[in-house]
DNA sequence: ATATTATATGCATTGTTCTGCATATAGCAT
DNA sequence: ATGCTATATGCAGAACAATGCATATAATAT
């Protein structure tokens, strides 16, 4: 091994985090700013369940950090490597949508987009 | 599903080709260069059949090509995303070192550097 | 305290990928 | 042809990741 081989280890823990069509689908959305578990769940029609388990994979590889506001809970990217290889494979940043049965914030028009 | 989620599903598919470390050390010493299966073999010091499963892997994905030459054959990278990529995460391109006990043209010193 | 809503966690099952090993092919030299 | 070297392929067992579902927690309201 001539160079460090730890480095592709974790090299390829990044593109791991990324090599899955739903936490793809999560950061895309949280691309174009912070989004709650229940926005994400209305996005990718999923069980929530489902949503926090994703989230809680790029949580615990500090690519996404949660913020509680009551009941509802935040995400945002705090990895800026990642948002370059996000733009690199899905393109620029799209704004993000209002979901129809979305009870948050955000879908119910309480706050302006993309805070 | 808001976006057309074959988008997710493709993007996941280029970054599962990375999120290995055997693969993408060779990626990396792919980056300098072409270089034929012997040498790859010497640099990560895996059996010979496990290279090969990994570059077909590569090659079926359109990651890499195959170019023979008499006995050896070699590779080299013809997507340009795959380079970027590579580049956010291990950083700038190194020069291809020689390799004792390799067979092979480069190593040998029968051939320029990074062709 | 109870209910309700939003989110998180644990666990079992299924599905995929990794890896080792045996063997096949292909080019070159004798 | 035979032998030698470089590379490729097939397959099976092991390791790992994905998913579904039941349940737990935590904040708020009544």
Known sequence: MS????????GAA???LLAHPSRLHILDELRCGSACV???QAVLGR?????SQQLRVLREADVVVDEKDGLNVYYRIVDSRILRLLEEILGET?????MEGCPCPHC????????
Request: charged share 10%; aromatic share 10%.
């Open 108 to 115: 119910t028009g309480q706050e302006v987009c993309c805070s």
């Open 3 to 10: 160079k460090n081989s730890i480095q592709y280890t974790q």
């Open 94 to 98: 799209q704004p993000a949508q209002r």
């Open 47 to 51: 069980p929530q369940a489902y949503i």
């Open 14 to 16: 990044v593109f791991r």
């Open 38 to 40: 229940c926005h994400l």
